[in-house]
Structure formats: structure tokens, C-alpha cells
């Protein structure tokens, strides 16, 4: 594999619950954040719980890009676990740039359009594949727009102008205590997300939690007035998507978000349930800015698993992979 010298900086290190919790589900929610924690820091290989379904934590799909991503989501259960009749159903891939697929910036089209597929295939009342575009949105869509036709014209939306936001209040969050969200997806039942895999001259990577921020009409601020990561994780702990599908078929690993950058071809699908593990499984498995990471080295998914909000210590999670 080629080797890409890194850029003299780079955006890495090198060195919380939910209102209704009882204090009984407090205690043990902490009580689980300091074993992880812990193991985590001493190498111990926590076991499985006694009883646990065969389902794992953390699935990974390699080959075609189209069975690799629904048979990434069968591991975990399908995506009738996810989605029921009737439910009305966000899709959050990235669409900000105007590049094909080959450029790796944006979710590549056939993966949005199979996760489309088996939404209705699960019974789904309404699905619709939205972002706030960083780009001319009818070229930042049409490419998905295209591929996801046959479901629908109106599935698939850039969506810019304020009305169609929400303010809503972040009551977990530390730094970003608000923000505008996009009214569909505060009305949805199921969120997924559906990110590239690709690195972030600002964040480190951009994966499913640095992906939230296309859900949201100002996020500029989250540049300019807070610490980025810190209001990465602010955005996750309200914007938690019920299933994160990462498509890895291409991963832009360098000169992010926007590229052009070196692009591997890795031919991987990765599914969680935990956005955190997900994005952590990214980063383990890929190389960034010519080098192999550590999770624990991108500040925002570091922050979010001190935080509670998911497990970086993939290690430590149940895998399991599938040659589609």
C-alpha cells in the first residue's frame, strides 16, 4: 500500500445519560464507563455477558459494496429490528461535495440506495435521505438522488433554508447547550447514519458523529464558538442514531473533507448500533493521513466514550465479519 507522508499538523491527539435514569441504572451505567475504562487502560479483554444474543456489537462486510451492506445489517439482526410498519425513517449519508465516487467525499450512492431498499422493505410509512450541503446542492445530490429514484422523487433532499429547522435545546450538552435541527428528523422514528469514511482537516475523521452536524442549520458556530470536538459530542448526545452504517468501499484518507486526497479502496461496509464503536472501527481498521490510529487518538470519539455515549474499545466488543 502506498505510503502518504503526514502533514507536519494533524487534527489528532498523541498522547450523559438519559433525564429519566433511576439512580439504581446510574449507578451501574457509571459503574460500567469506569470498567471500560479501566480495561481499557490496563489491556484486559472484558468477557461476554452471560445469556447475550448472538448478535454482535460491531458487524463488518467486505466485497460488493451493495450485498456488503446489507449483509452488514443482517449481522445485526436486519433491518426489520431497526425499522417497523409505518415508522418514518432519516437517512443521514454525507452529500456535501459535488465529486462521484471515486472521490470519496460523499456516501457512495448504491449504499444509500440499499439501505432506501430495505427500509421499505421492513414496512417503512416514509423515508427520506437528507443533509445541509456544503456545496450547490443539485450537484451534491443528484448522484444519490439518481441511484434512490426508483423509491420515490421525493426521497432524497438538500435542505438549507431556516424554516425547515427546528430550535431545540442540547439538555446534555457542556459547551453547545442548542441548536437548529432539521424538523424531519426531530418528527422521524428511526434515524441512521450513513457516513463515508474520511478524514477532517478539522475534527481528524469525519464519521457518524462528525456527520450529525449535516442535521443542524448553523454549524459554523461549532467552528467558531465552542471546541469542535467538544460540540461534536454535544450534538451526539441529542442526535443519536438508532443504527450507523458506514460505507468504507472507499476511504479518502487524507486532505478531508473535501478532497482531492489519496483514496483507498477497501471494499468494507461497517454497521454498530453504537456510534461511538462504529466510528472507533473506522479508525482502527483504516489508515489516515498514511499511518495506522488508535480510537483514542481522535479527541471527539475519546470524549464521547469518557462521556458514556458509546465504546471506543472495540477490542473489547463482540465482532463479526462476513466476506459479501
Not at 459494496?65 to 425513517?89: C, I, N, S
Not at 432539521?182 to 463515508?196: G, Q, S, T
Not at 464521547?304 to 465482532?319: C, S, T
Amino acid at each position: 500500500m502506498k505510503r502518504v507522508k503526514a502533514p507536519h499538523s494533524m487534527p489528532f491527539d498523541t498522547s450523559t445519560l438519559d433525564s429519566g435514569m433511576d439512580r439504581r441504572s446510574f449507578l451501574k451505567h457509571n459503574a460500567r464507563i469506569i470498567l471500560w475504562s479501566t480495561a481499557l487502560c490496563y489491556g484486559i479483554r472484558l468477557p461476554r455477558p452471560a445469556g447475550a444474543a448472538d448478535i454482535p456489537d460491531i458487524a463488518v462486510a467486505t466485497g460488493n459494496r451493495t450485498a456488503a451492506t446489507r449483509a452488514a445489517v443482517d449481522l445485526l439482526g436486519g433491518m426489520g429490528r431497526f425499522v417497523k410498519p409505518g415508522q418514518k425513517v432519516v437517512i443521514k449519508p454525507n452529500m456535501s461535495f459535488a465529486g462521484g465516487p471515486e472521490d470519496a467525499t460523499d456516501t457512495n450512492p448504491e449504499v444509500v440506495r440499499e439501505l432506501v431498499a430495505m427500509c421499505r422493505e421492513a414496512g417503512a410509512e416514509r423515508v427520506r435521505v437528507l443533509d445541509h450541503t456544503l456545496r450547490r446542492e443539485e450537484r451534491c445530490i443528484e448522484g444519490v438522488q439518481k441511484a434512490c429514484e426508483v423509491h420515490g422523487d421525493d426521497i432524497v433532499q438538500a435542505v438549507s433554508r431556516s424554516r425547515f429547522f427546528k430550535e431545540t435545546p442540547i439538555p446534555e450538552g457542556r459547551q453547545m447547550t442548542e441548536t437548529d435541527v432539521m424538523r424531519e428528523v426531530l418528527e422521524a422514528d428511526v434515524l441512521i447514519a450513513a457516513p463515508v469514511a474520511k478524514s477532517h482537516s478539522g475534527a481528524g475523521v469525519s464519521l457518524s458523529m462528525k456527520g450529525m452536524m449535516g442535521l443542524v442549520y448553523n454549524r459554523g458556530v461549532m467552528h467558531s464558538r465552542y471546541d469542535l470536538h467538544e460540540s461534536i459530542v454535544d450534538l451526539a448526545t441529542l442526535l443519536k442514531p438508532d443504527l450507523v452504517v458506514v460505507d468504507g468501499s472507499r476511504v479518502l484518507s487524507t486532505n478531508g473533507p473535501g478532497g482531492p486526497g489519496h483514496v483507498l479502496k477497501m471494499d468494507t461496509i461497517i454497521a454498530s448500533t453504537d456510534m461511538v464503536a462504529a466510528d472507533a472501527q473506522a479508525v482502527s481498521m483504516f489508515e489516515w493521513y498514511g499511518q495506522k490510529l488508535k480510537p483514542r487518538m481522535v479527541k471527539h470519539i475519546r470524549i464521547a466514550h469518557e462521556r458514556g455515549l458509546g465504546r471506543m474499545d472495540v477490542e473489547n466488543l463482540r465482532l463479526k465479519q462476513i466476506q459479501a
